[in-house]
């Protein structure tokens, strides 16, 4: 079965400290993976995915086929990256449809 | 705006009662997708389209869910005989292909009373 788990509902970080949302999923094939984000009271927004293998925002996550894990990080917490993060997957690249995580909530604490 | 949009934003309505949301895709996107959000978990996936084609329906979508892309442009998704447990955001998002990124619309928050 295609499965994203988001262990974590809450995360709390003070500013200038590392965040890592963490992120396992279960796929038999090879997922596609992606971090969506949700600031408030605005629609979810692509925030990475692994292909691209870019910083967003100096967030980054790598993907780890082994610990089928998705970890998303970034070195230093700013408070506008206070939102709820949602990992997701793409199992078949033809229908695009994305399984999504329970999210977490990040909140960054000035 | 030029991005998804989705009416209404709000919907209330008695149990048993029939509703219908639309989705406005943005204009050259081929893929228009539908999800579920119910509070604390993340977003399901219910159908999907490719152009006017609906190629693919969750277990989650019951015979009281319908969904239509008239022309390959905008859908409507209708819930006949409303139940509490329709209660949840509902997602609309639409991509180029399979494989670009999704869009999403601020989405229908649906109340049943």
């Known amino acids: 079965a295609q499965r994203v788990t988001q262990p974590e509902k809450l995360l709390s970080v003070f500013k200038g400290a590392p965040v890592e949302l963490k992120c396992n999923y279960s796929?038999?094939?090879?997922?596609?993976l992606f971090w969506y984000v949700q600031y408030s009271r605005q629609r979810l927004q692509l925030l990475l995915r692994?292909?691209s293998r870019e910083s967003i925002k100096g967030f980054t996550a790598d993907l780890n086929k082994g610990e089928t894990s998705f970890h998303l990080k970034k070195p230093f917490a700013q408070e506008e990256d206070s939102a709820m993060y949602y990992c997701a997957l793409i199992g078949s690249s033809n229908t695009g449809k994305l399984i999504f995580g329970q999210g977490t909530t990040l909140q960054v604490k000035p | 705006d030029t991005g998804v949009s989705q009416n209404p934003r709000h919907k209330i309505t008695k149990r048993g009662q029939n509703v219908t949301f639309r989705c406005d895709p943005i204009s050259e996107h081929n893929r228009l997708y539908w999800y579920r959000q119910t509070l604390g978990q993340g977003p399901e996936f219910l159908t999907y389209f490719q152009n006017e084609a609906q190629l693919e329906k969750s277990r989650l979508l019951s015979d009281r869910f319908s969904a239509e892309r008239p022309k390959g442009s905008f859908s409507t998704l209708e819930i006949q005989r409303t139940e509490q447990g329709d209660s949840a955001m509902y997602l609309c998002?639409?991509?180029?292909?399979?494989?670009?990124?999704?869009?999403f619309g601020q989405g229908t928050r649906l109340t049943v009373v």
């Open positions: 692994h292909i």
């Open positions: 796929y038999s094939g090879s997922p596609e």
């Open positions: 998002a639409s991509s180029i292909t399979p494989n670009t990124e999704a869009f």
